[in-house]
C-alpha cells in the first residue's frame, strides 16, 4: 500500500519557469509533511516542511501549499533554475509517533532547462 | 563536517558474503534511522534507534539484516548472506527527540554481484 502518490514522475520546465510537484497521502495520523531535494549520488536534503496548521509555507523560491480536507499537498519552485535539476522527494510522518519515521513518495525528476 | 557520515561510500559485494556500514550521526542526536533506496524510489525506513535501543524495524529487515548503535553515538548495519535484491543506497539519518526534522547522510551504495 503506498501511502504517499507523488506525481509527476518526470518535469521538464524552461528557466524561469515555475516547477509544480503534487503528492496525496492517505493517512490522517500524518501531521507533518516534508519535501527532500536529492543529486545523484548524494543524500536528500530537507528543502522545506508544513505542518496541518497552516495552509501555505514559504522559502525563498519554494513554497509549500497544503490541503488537509484533499489529504494533498505540492510543492512550487518559482523562477526555476538549472541548479534546481534534481529528483524531489514528498514525505509524510505522524509526530504524534514514537519515532517520526517518514514515508517517502516515490520521487519527481526535475530538469530545468537553460 | 559536523553532518551524517556514512562509510563506505561504496561497496561492491559478491553473493552470500556478509557487509557492515557505517552511520555516524550528528553529534547530541539522540534519534538514528536506516532507510533503503532502490533505483527510481524514495528512501525506505528500515530501523530506528533512539539512544542505543532500537525501537522498530521495518518488516523490509529480514533476519540477515542486523543493526545496532552502541553506547547510543555511531550505528552499524550489518546484511549477513547477501542476496542481489540486497543491492541499494542504505541512507542513515538522524534527529533530536521531540523534532522530527532529519539529516541525511550521503549513503552507502551497496551493489551485490
Known amino acids: 500500500q503506498q501511502q504517499v502518490k507523488q506525481s509527476p514522475q518526470s518535469l521538464i520546465v524552461q528557466k524561469g519557469g515555475i516547477s509544480i510537484i503534487n503528492c496525496a497521502y492517505e493517512n490522517t495520523a500524518f501531521d507533518y509533511f516534508p519535501w527532500y531535494q536529492q543529486f545523484p549520488g548524494k543524500g536528500p536534503a530537507l528543502l522545506i516542511a508544513?505542518?496541518?496548521?497552516?495552509s501555505e509555507k514559504k522559502e525563498g523560491r519554494f513554497t509549500i501549499s497544503f490541503n488537509k480536507s484533499a489529504k494533498q499537498f505540492s510543492l512550487h519552485i518559482m523562477d526555476s533554475q538549472p541548479g534546481d535539476s534534481a529528483t524531489y522527494f514528498c514525505?509524510?510522518?505522524?509526530?504524534?509517533?514514537?519515532?517520526?519515521?517518514?514515508?517517502f513518495g516515490k520521487g519527481t525528476l526535475l530538469t530545468v532547462n537553460p | 563536517d559536523t553532518g551524517v557520515s556514512q562509510d563506505p561510500r561504496h561497496k561492491i559485494t559478491k553473493r552470500g558474503q556478509n557487509v557492515t556500514f557505517r552511520c555516524d550521526p550528528i553529534s547530541e542526536h539522540n534519534r538514528l534511522y536506516w532507510y533503503r533506496q532502490t533505483l527510481g524510489q524514495g528512501p525506505e525506513f528500515l530501523t530506528y534507534?533512539?539512544?542505543?535501543?532500537?525501537?522498530?524495524k521495518s518488516r523490509l529487515l529480514s533476519d540477515r539484516f542486523s543493526a545496532e548503535r552502541p553506547k547510543g553515538s555511531f550505528s552499524t548495519l550489518e546484511i549477513q548472506r547477501t542476496e542481489q535484491g540486497d543491492s541499494a543506497m542504505y541512507l542513515c539519518?538522524?534527529?533530536?527527540?521531540?523534532?522530527?526534522?532529519?539529516?541525511f547522510g550521503q549513503g552507502t551504495r551497496l551493489t551485490v554481484v
Open positions: 508544513i505542518r496541518p496548521d497552516v
Open positions: 539519518a538522524s534527529s533530536l527527540q521531540m523534532n522530527t526534522e532529519a539529516f
Open positions: 514525505a509524510a510522518a505522524n509526530s504524534g509517533g514514537s519515532n517520526y519515521k517518514l514515508t
Open positions: 534507534f533512539q539512544n542505543e535501543a532500537q525501537l522498530e
